[in-house]
């Protein structure tokens, strides 16, 4: 078992940065993918980005890409979202998840999930 919880979600004004974090507790975190998705009201959850094991590799979806970025502190069991330039179609709940199947976009090949941090980007 994997534990996740996020933390630093708000409300902010447009243009505005904000840095989500996810605390990973359980299993050998580094042993683990993981990846930032989102869930606006009425949609589906889709992926934000990823970071492979070691952090050496990220990906990003398209419509954060330059925006976005984000890392993770092995020794700390920790992962981060940083977020720049947010304007108000970012608004949604933010999830971290674990991963240790391929791939980094698909919401089914998590195993472990948090409960989510509300962000809001007021315009």
């Known amino acids: 078992q994997v534990q996740l919880v996020e933390s630093g979600g708000g409300l902010v004004q447009a243009g505005d940065s904000l840095r989500l974090s996810c605390a990973a507790s359980?299993?050998?975190?580094?042993?683990?993918?993981m990846g930032w998705f989102r869930q606006a009201p009425g949609k589906e959850r889709d992926f934000v980005a990823g970071i492979s094991r070691s952090g050496g590799a990220t990906y990003y979806a398209d419509a954060v890409k330059g925006r976005f970025t984000i890392s993770r502190d092995n020794a700390k069991n920790m992962v981060y979202l940083q977020m720049n330039s947010l304007n108000p179609e970012d608004t949604a709940v933010y999830y971290c998840?674990?991963?240790?199947?391929?791939?980094?976009?698909?919401?089914?090949?998590?195993?472990?999930w948090g409960q989510g941090t509300q962000v809001t980007v007021s315009s």
């Open positions: 359980g299993r050998t975190f580094s042993n683990y993918k």
């Open positions: 998840a674990a991963n240790s199947a391929l791939g980094y976009a698909d919401v089914g090949r998590y195993e472990y």
